[in-house]
């Protein structure tokens, strides 16, 4: 199975900064990537697919890049509801889909 | 509005049967288009994928090989549900599982887990 490494595994910011999170994958996936942002108690939200797609209703603040190997999830002007966990996962090979091990975002 | 609504016990003795179900409203669980997953999240394991079946002129299921010798995904489709079997469950599978719709349109880059259910948080306890 493909291995998705997520950096790092928690971090603080403040609103208004902007934040990178990397995700790595074990083999090339192409961008057959996808990012979701989960808040506690809830199940995890779409934000991106295809590596840089950025899903309909997610703010244009999210932007997703990367090809093969390594991918980013960036967030500008960080907002007070964006404090959550990140996750990234692979639909190159499967079964089975896999997910990196998440990167919390919390308020500095 | 496409919504996945999941039933089922929070608690289940060990060496018994998880049975938990998802009830599909705003797209059809025999769609040609999507295929229905069960994913499970604990602190130990992260988020897990267990498995999906989909309609593609005939019923088709993948499972994780970490559980295929337990497991069952299969459809209901004269109530437009999915469920979950998982055989002799042990308190590893404790777990908050959900349901994914994955909405396929024919190109895999569009590919994602779109539609999610609320989640069941399931313990596996005597």
């Known amino acids: 199975a493909i291995r998705m490494t997520q950096s790092p595994s928690s971090f603080s910011a403040s609103t208004g900064d902007r934040v990178t999170i990397t995700c790595r994958a074990s083999?090339?996936?192409?961008?057959?990537l996808a990012w979701y942002q989960q808040k506690p108690g809830k199940a995890p939200k779409l934000l991106i697919y295809?590596?840089?797609t950025l899903q309909s209703g997610v703010p244009s603040r999210f932007n997703g890049s990367g090809s093969g190997t390594d991918f980013t999830l960036t967030i500008s002007c960080l907002q007070s509801e964006d404090f959550a966990t990140y996750y990234c996962?692979?639909?190159?090979?499967?079964?089975?889909?896999?997910f990196g091990q998440g990167t919390k975002l919390e308020i500095k | 509005q496409v919504q996945l609504q999941q039933t089922g016990p929070g608690l289940v003795k060990p060496s018994q049967t998880l049975t938990l179900t998802c009830a599909i409203s705003?797209?059809?669980?025999?769609?040609?288009?999507?295929?229905w997953n069960w994913i499970r999240q604990s602190p130990s394991r992260g988020l897990e994928w267990l498995g999906r079946?989909?309609?593609?002129?005939?019923?088709?299921?993948d499972y994780a090989a970490s559980v295929k010798s337990r497991i069952r995904i299969y459809p209901d489709t004269s109530k437009n549900q999915i469920s979950l079997q998982l055989k002799s469950v042990t308190p590893e599978d404790t777990a908050v599982y959900y349901c994914?719709?994955?909405?396929?349109?024919?190109?895999?880059?569009?590919?994602?887990?779109?539609?999610w259910g609320q989640g069941t948080m399931v313990t596996v306890s005597s």
């Open positions: 705003g797209d059809s669980v025999s769609s040609n288009s999507a295929t």
């Open positions: 996962q692979q639909f190159y090979s499967y079964p089975p889909y896999t």
């Open positions: 079946t989909y309609y593609r002129s005939k019923w088709n299921n």
């Open positions: 994914a719709r994955v909405h396929n349109v024919g190109n895999p880059l569009l590919d994602a887990f779109d539609m």
């Open positions: 295809g590596a840089s």
């Open positions: 083999q090339g996936i192409g961008s057959y």
